[in-house]
Nanobody, 116 residues
Framework: VQLQASGGGLVQPGGSLRLSCAAS????????MGWYRQAPGKQRELVAR???????NYAESVKGRFTISRDNAKTTVYLQMNSLKPEDTAVYYC???????????WGQGTQVTVSS
């Protein structure tokens, strides 16, 4: 199973970006999907997660600004990021787990830079 993330880039404060992450390969049912981020010198942190049943949870710092969603096939996860702030600057990683054993898979990361 591989995850391919895209959509990162440079944006001014207050701007928007939409990240996408598509899963490919042979795998059983996908359970949860999510986005994490890691800023320079900091630990990787959860940004948002969408569970198998469709419920979502968000880091406090992004609530009301970011929205996580996925396609009907549950193989692509999106992160709509609005009202971006410089502190959102980080490498964003997508993640999923699949199957009964909940095997975790990570994408390669996409850089998001918020700067004027």
């Amino acid at each position: 199973v591989q995850l391919q993330a895209s959509g990162g880039g440079l944006v001014q404060p207050g701007g928007s970006l939409r990240l996408s992450c598509a899963a490919s390969g042979t795998f059983s049912s996908i359970n949860d999907m999510g986005w994490y981020r890691q800023a320079p010198g900091k630990q990787r942190e959860l940004v948002a997660r969408i569970l198998s049943g469709g419920s979502t949870n968000y880091a406090e710092s992004v609530k009301g600004r970011f929205t996580i969603s996925r396609d009907n096939a549950k193989t692509t996860v999106y992160l709509q990021m609005n009202s971006l702030k410089p502190e959102d600057t980080a490498v964003y990683y997508c993640n999923l787990d699949y199957g009964i054993l909940r095997i975790a898979v990570w994408g390669q990361g996409t850089q998001v830079t918020v700067s004027s």
